[in-house]
């Protein structure tokens, strides 16, 4: 395998002579999050039967007309504000023209000139600092429909439940120059549109795909290299194999001394590799002109600001006011802002933890035991079997010594289990911490008395049996002991 | 009574409420009147015994209110229709039948009329002579082997053969005014965005209108009023303030200031045209309007530029009819085989060729020179008739440079049957009303037509020149009834 350099973090391709800079943009299609579609009125839910989604206008029946759904419209203006983007006062849709069965109209209504929303900017955090990644627009389109190529020897079969939802084309500038670059790209897009509600993020629904961009120049050059687009790339880990393949090939090419085609590519995931669908000479001309069926798009001052005051606190600056507010450091806060569940989760623990809280503690616990679990049984953050409240309470008795560390960890157990609020099963099981000094005064005494030698040997020098008098004494107490007290207390008595 | 067919619209419309007919005799008369007029070849489809029922159903409990009072009335096959077969004049839709009824015929129906049949049009409305139709020419009722125009020719000859009192058509590039000019009737096409385009088979979008066509000016006014609604399902319906425009028409039009356009007296305009335009201005003077010479400097680049811009949304429009979801399909060995052959077979040779030039204008490297050029100069004719507003009220021009041709006389020759629309296609690029009224005969006697086109939205004005020249011109169609044995 080619040796990738990582050294400061840089994402180079070797070869004897030479070293590779890799250029990466982005195409991704966002579907809108709207219960009907671009131009009609029919439902978009994932998963429905076959075709049992489809109006008069999905399905192009003669004499038909689009009219556009104004929610949709302001889903493309939010994402365009989440992205620091121009918003287009005025934008027009065009038709792109080409033949396919499960393309009902033989067009698909989209934005070519005057799309909704310009040029933008999108702030990743990478391991060595932030990165800033251009965008270049963001237009409107209708999806098409599915063709099933499987269900028959002879057929193909057709649903057009999808033709007509709304997406987003979400175009970047060629600013990426890695794959880890791309995941987080397509990590902070997703982050940003879920906060938003305009895009549920979901890819292995096809909610998030992405057409990418690659090409290839020598380090330290400023020229773009000859580029190819992977079509309908659906997941961040595909992406990154596929750019890491088509870059590779690339630079091969060029260290064999042979040019490479500007041409469309598929990525084979079975097979690990992209190949040619189509050249060059063989791009579709897709007669792109204004729909003569849709007015241009005009939206006031007036309606974008009113969008505007909608946009809820995006990562960004929720990352910065958890930094302020709560002290986090920045990585804690990065993880908990990544995504809106998280954050919520976080916040509502944060809430519920009242005047006395502890920051820290809570932070650990969500993105230690509380992370595992989820990861364990593969659950979203919104699926949580222990509720932020009932968190909220767990932690508050460490905080104020009800429970130790180490118990925490039992009872968090015994929460999972419906949810069940820590502070009864700490009652009902007995596990609230000894905090009472003179209780435990009379328990180390008891156990220096038992164990009189190893008391000597430690006043003569072996320290190491420090810990075994702290064992002694939380197994005694059934680990109920308060391990600060026995810590303390233990001290005196054995100097 | 004999001569049911005879009557005008209003005159229908009186009868009924006076219960001097009923909507079951006037239905069956010109059902009748269409069974024995098979030879002019208007319909596509019949749906005479559905209008019978509803004839009987209407008289049973007659809404007396509506302002087409069990009134049956065919309409082109352009306007989808629900449940009943819908061809757009094409083997392409032989077999479609829709599941919702166009805007505008709903609007019709919901004024008490009865559905007749459809009636022929021009392949995709792409014609000017009525023979591209799948389904065969219409014979305009003026003379044996005449054509009645295009597209919407099965609609004028049904009006003018008394087929139907009244119809709908639709309006492109002339398809309304050019053959009611041809058969001596009245016919509208309204201002772009006033009648709504759901429901309708496109041809070119931001062109086609439909309107109404009438023996005269009065059923045109009242047939506008029913038809013209602004619809939320067209994102480019306007909702503008719409006249009550039979209820408001005057023949007082005096001080009206009506145009004359130098640049619509084209080389080789027939001497009869021209002298029928002089008599058109002096019928407008003895009306009380006054004339004003205008310049419209940019009419001569507007059918080339009309025959890029239609083309170019026609190739768009029409991709939709793949065989792959309705309509006509040819067997294919894959996809692309049964595209072709389905495409071939089904859409005939005119309207091949326009998806062709539509293809072409716009493919990259020639969409610079040709559609958006195009686009530029529609919108400079567009200039030059707010210039001109500025001056007059109107503006007058023969509706066509000649009468009615003989059946087959162009039909290879596309450019000297595209210049039959060389006074409509400015009208259409700049989205304005026009109306063609018949004015005379030329000396064949065959009748024609003169236009009058009024500024946007304001059809009763246009509506009141036509009513007020139309009692001067006292125009008498020649209708002989020839083709009934």
């Known amino acids: 395998m080619d040796k990738v350099s990582k050294k400061n973090l840089e994402y180079l391709i070797n070869r004897k002579d030479n070293q590779y800079e890799v250029i990466i943009g982005l195409e991704v299609h966002a579907q809108v999050l709207s219960e009907s579609k671009l131009f009609s009125t029919s439902a978009t839910k994932f998963g429905a039967e076959p075709n049992t989604q489809v109006s008069l206008v999905d399905a192009a029946f003669p004499g038909m007309l689009p009219v556009i759904n104004e929610f949709c419209v302001k889903q493309a203006i939010k994402t365009g504000i989440g992205l620091n983007a121009e918003i287009n006062k005025r934008s027009v849709f065009d038709r792109k023209n080409y033949f396919y069965a499960d393309l009902p109209q033989g067009y698909q209504i989209s934005q070519f000139k005057d799309p909704i929303v310009g040029e933008g900017k999108v702030i990743l955090d990478m391991p060595d600092g932030q990165k800033e990644v251009g965008i270049e627009r963001l237009h409107l389109e209708q999806d098409a429909g599915k063709s099933i190529h499987d269900l028959d020897p002879q057929n193909t079969f057709v649903d057009l439940n999808r033709s007509g939802v709304a997406l987003m084309e979400i175009v970047s500038k060629p600013d990426l120059r890695s794959p880890d670059e791309v995941s987080a790209y397509i990590k902070k897009l997703r982050s940003i549109m879920r906060y938003l509600g305009t895009c549920d993020g979901n890819m292995q629904e096809g909610s998030l795909r992405a057409d990418v961009n690659v090409s290839v120049r020598t380090k330290g050059s400023k020229e773009l290299g000859t580029r190819c687009e992977i079509k309908n790339v659906n997941s961040i880990k595909f992406m990154q194999m596929a750019i890491e393949y088509e870059a590779n090939r690339q630079v091969d090419l060029i260290e064999e001394g042979k040019s490479i085609d500007q041409e469309t590519r598929l990525f084979d995931t079975k097979k690990n590799e992209t190949r040619s669908m189509r050249s060059k000479e063989d791009a579709h001309d897709y007669r792109y002109f204004p729909d003569p069926d849709l007015l241009p798009l005009e939206v006031s001052d007036e309606f974008i600001n009113n969008l505007k005051n909608d946009i809820p606190e995006l990562p960004d600056d929720k990352k910065k006011r958890f930094i302020d507010e709560f002290k986090l450091s920045p990585y804690e806060a990065t993880i908990l802002v990544s995504d809106i569940d998280t954050a919520k989760y976080f916040e509502e623990v944060v809430a519920k933890m009242g005047k006395n809280k502890d920051m820290k503690l809570a932070v650990n616990w969500i993105t230690g035991e509380l992370f595992a679990v989820l990861n364990n049984k593969n659950l979203e953050i919104s699926q949580s079997p222990v509720s932020a409240k009932n968190l909220a309470i767990l932690v508050n008795l460490i905080k104020n010594g009800t429970i130790s560390g180490k118990i925490a960890k039992t009872v968090f157990e015994l929460m999972l289990d419906g949810d069940k609020d820590p502070q009864k099963i700490v009652e009902e099981k007995g596990l609230k911490q000894q905090s009472d000094p003179k209780a435990i005064e009379t328990l180390i005494d008891k156990i220096i008395n038992d164990n009189r030698e190893k008391a000597i040997e430690y006043k003569q020098g072996k320290e190491k049996l420090f810990g075994f008098f702290v064992g002694q004494a939380m197994k005694v107490s059934g680990g109920k002991a308060n391990p600060q007290l026995i810590n303390e207390i233990l001290k005196k008595k054995l100097q | ?485």
């Open chain 2, 1 to 485: 009574m004999s001569d049911i067919t005879k009557l005008t619209l209003s005159e229908l419309v009186k009868n009924i409420k006076d219960k001097k007919l009923s909507s079951e005799e006037v239905t069956k008369a010109f059902i009748d009147r269409s069974e024995k007029s098979k030879e002019l070849n208007t319909y596509i489809t019949e749906d005479y015994s559905s209008a019978l029922e509803k004839s009987k159903k209407f008289d049973q409990k007659p809404n007396l209110d509506l302002k087409l009072p069990g009134i049956p009335i065919a309409v082109k096959d352009l306007f989808c229709t629900k449940d009943i077969r819908t061809t757009a004049g094409s083997k392409i839709l032989d077999n479609f039948i829709p599941s919702y009824e166009s805007t505008v015929t709903q609007n019709i129906w919901n004024e008490g009329a009865i559905l007749l049949g459809k009636l022929n049009c021009d392949e995709f409305a792409m014609g000017s002579s009525n023979e591209t139709s799948f389904f065969g020419n219409v014979q305009n009722p003026i003379d044996k082997n005449l054509v009645p125009g295009g597209s919407s020719g099965g609609s004028a000859s049904a009006v003018a053969g008394q087929l139907t009192p009244i119809t709908i058509g639709t309006d492109t590039g002339g398809s309304i005014r050019q053959p009611a000019s041809f058969t001596g009737t009245v016919g509208l096409k309204p201002t772009y965005g006033s009648c709504s385009r759901y429901g309708i088979v496109a041809f070119a979008s931001s062109l086609d209108q439909a309107g109404p066509m009438a023996q005269n000016v009065k059923d045109c006014a009242l047939l506008h009023e029913v038809i013209s609604t602004y619809d939320p399902k067209d994102s480019t319906s306007i909702d503008f303030k719409r006249n009550e425009y039979s209820k408001e028409l005057t023949n007082n039009i005096k001080g009206t200031k009506i145009g004359i356009p130098k640049e619509y007296r084209v080389d080789g305009m027939p001497k009869e045209i021209e002298e029928l335009w002089q008599k058109g201005i002096q019928y407008a003077k003895d009306c009380g309007a006054e004339i004003v010479d205008i310049s419209l400097p940019h009419t001569s680049y507007a059918l080339p530029s009309y025959y890029i811009v239609a083309p170019a949304e026609a190739s768009s429009n029409l991709a939709r009819y793949d065989g792959v979801k309705y309509g006509f399909r040819a067997k294919g060995e894959n996809l692309i085989d049964m595209y072709e052959k389905t495409r071939s077979e089904g859409f005939g040779a005119e309207v091949q060729r326009r998806i062709m030039i539509g293809t072409y204008v716009l493919s990259s490297g020639y969409y610079d020179a040709y559609y958006l050029k195009a686009q530029k100069v529609r919108k400079l004719i567009k200039n030059d008739f707010d210039d001109a507003y500025k001056k007059v009220d109107a503006i007058l021009t023969p509706s066509t440079p000649s009468s009615a041709f003989k059946i087959g006389e162009k039909k290879d020759d596309p450019v000297s049957m595209y210049l039959n629309d060389i006074f409509t296609v400015p009208v259409n690029l700049a989205g304005l009303p026009g109306i063609s009224i018949p004015a005379g005969h030329d000396s064949k006697g065959y009748p024609l037509g003169l236009q009058i086109i009024g500024k946007a939205f304001d059809e009763q004005n246009i509506l009141n020149i036509a009513f007020a020249m139309e009692e001067k011109i006292n125009f008498k169609n020649k209708i002989t009834d020839w083709w009934i044995k």
